[in-house]
């Protein structure tokens, strides 16, 4: 049962990641670009968030498959 926790934690993880990266420009703050990461426009900011999290979601992902088969085999 803890695969299948950690399995959860993990998905949810990445669907927060995609959904905070998708609409990263719907919480921009005018005046606030000074200290946003790859600032001081919106689309660099963007590129940079999607480019820490892309590699995250795929690291996510990979650990994903092992733990879901654990799951399975839990279940048989």
């Known amino acids: 049962m803890a695969a299948a926790f950690v399995s959860v934690l993990l998905s949810l993880l990445v669907f927060y990641l995609i959904g905070r990266i998708t609409t990263y420009g719907a919480f921009w703050v005018e005046g606030h670009e000074a200290g946003a990461w790859g600032g001081p ?5 963007w590129v940079t ?4 999290a892309v590699p995250a979601i795929a690291a ?4 994903l498959v092992p733990l ?3 799951v399975i085999r839990s279940l048989r």
């Open 68 to 70: 879901t088969n654990l």
């Open 49 to 52: 968030h999607a480019l820490l």
């Open 60 to 63: 996510i992902m990979w650990l």
């Open 41 to 45: 426009t919106l689309l660099g900011a």
